[in-house]
């Protein structure tokens, strides 16, 4: 038997794909959050911050919800992550900004 405690969490995009794609699963488990982003030259809340604003300009609104989640467990407040979105406006066009800031309104205020 296995102890709670110690057995492996399943990762969301195991619960999302599991045996229907496990490529992606080995990938995004291991490769992008086991190894790129345990990286030392950026931290977890610069990497948190570029992942957004990438999301955003992109209009990959889909992925914002878990990202911000994970931006403000990675330190970025929602002030910053706000101010973030709203400079993006300037450069990524005001339709992209205000999906994301949709986006954000719902994640930081329920």
Known sequence: MTDESTAKQTSGAEQMFGDFAPGLVHFTDDVLFGEVWKRDQLSAKERSLVTITCLATSGNTGQLVYHLGLAR??????????????????YAGWPKAMAAMSVAKQVFTS
């Open 73 to 90: 467990e990675n330190g970025n407040s929602e002030e910053e992550l706000i101010e973030a979105l709203t400079h993006l406006a300037f």
